[in-house]
């Protein structure tokens, strides 16, 4: 069974940076896709950013250029970079992935099957 454990969340004023990572027991190549969602307080879980196999990326429009995807195959790892952070931004932040190349077609509404357990991201104003 695939194990993604997040790393990286905490508090941050506003205008500020936090980098998440996430750590998967599977070897990231086997991977169609890789995804950063969150959960704001109240809410349902959205989309945050998507990296495929083949390196393309997507990103939610609240991102605004914000936030960046990355993935580090070499440490089975993918991370998410996230600049000029606001107090909207504050969410259980989770990564996700896909063995299944049919989440190419789905984009951000595409559900992975394997989750991390989240981490926190804090942003004050």
Same mark, same amino acid.
Request: hydrophobic share 30%; glycine share 2%.
């Given at each position: 069974q =695939?194990? /993604?454990?997040?790393?990286g969340g905490g508090s941050v004023q506003a205008g500020g940076?936090?980098? /998440?990572?996430?750590?998967?027991? #599977?070897?990231? @190549? /086997?991977?169609a896709c890789m995804y950063w969602f969150r #959960? /704001? @307080?109240g809410k349902g879980r959205e989309a945050v950013a998507i990296i495929r196999r083949d390196g393309t990326t997507l990103y939610a429009p609240f991102v605004e250029g914000r936030f960046t995807v990355s993935q580090d195959? %070499?440490?089975?790892s993918w991370t998410l970079e996230m600049n000029t952070l606001k107090p909207?931004?504050? %969410?259980?932040?989770?990564? %996700?992935?896909?063995?299944?190349?049919?989440?190419y077609k789905g984009g951000l509404d595409y559900i992975p099957a394997s989750w991390g357990p989240g981490t926190? =991201?804090? =942003?004050s104003s």
């Open positions: =695939v194990q /993604l454990t997040e790393s940076t936090l980098r /998440l990572s996430c750590a998967s027991s #599977q070897s990231t @190549p /086997l991977y #959960q /704001l @307080p195959n %070499a440490k089975n909207g931004d504050t %969410a259980l932040y989770y990564c %996700a992935a896909s063995n299944l190349e049919n989440c926190q =991201v804090t =942003v």
